[in-house]
């Protein structure tokens, strides 16, 4: 399932290294408490969400790197 990122998102993912030509794999923390990782975002706009439980921008409380993640 594929999410659009809002602009807060989108210009925090703007200042992440991309991992290949237009896409980046980070880790996202939800409201919720849950951590997903290696999640793939294409050209800092849209995520490729690896969950079926629907989320919205808005349920996102942090994105980082694959790799800063610990």
């Not at 980046?24 to 951590?35: A, H």
């Amino acid at each position: 399932m594929r999410v659009q990122l809002n602009e807060k998102w989108s210009a925090t993912l703007c200042e992440i290294p991309e991992n290949g030509m237009g896409y980046q794999r980070v880790d996202v923390l939800l409201r919720s408490g849950r951590k997903v990782r290696d999640v793939l975002v294409f050209n800092a706009e849209e995520m490729e969400w690896p969950d079926e439980r629907r989320i919205q921008s808005d349920d996102i409380a942090e994105m980082v790197p694959s790799d800063d993640w610990v």
